[in-house]
């Protein structure tokens, strides 16, 4: 795979059961990080949300803790 198909496909947009399962965590994390407003995203309906891979990226690097 070349750099520009890498950054072609992380900028693809994917549903909240994708970005759950791209982070290995319960869609409920992804609804609540939204609601928070911490989670960036697109709302296109009443239930429809969409992210994107690098949105995920800084918001878990956002929540990440280095354990002590």
Same mark, same amino acid.
């Given at each position: 795979? *070349?750099?520009?198909? *890498?950054?072609?496909?992380?900028?693809? $947009?994917?549903?909240? /059961?994708?970005?759950?399962? %791209?982070?290995?965590? /319960?869609?409920?994390?992804? %609804?609540?990080?939204?609601?928070? /407003?911490?989670? #960036?995203?697109?709302? !296109? /309906?009443?239930?429809?949300?969409? !992210?994107?891979? +690098? $949105? !995920?990226?800084? $918001?878990? +690097?956002?929540?990440?803790?280095?354990? #002590?």
């Amino acid at each position: 795979m *070349s750099p520009t198909d *890498s950054t072609q496909r992380r900028s693809e $947009w994917i549903t909240r /059961g994708q970005a759950a399962e %791209y982070l290995n965590v /319960g869609v409920n994390i992804i %609804y609540d990080g939204c609601a928070a /407003g911490g989670l #960036k995203h697109v709302r !296109l /309906g009443h239930r429809t949300i969409r !992210l994107r891979r +690098e $949105w !995920l990226d800084a $918001w878990a +690097e956002a929540h990440a803790h280095v354990a #002590k």
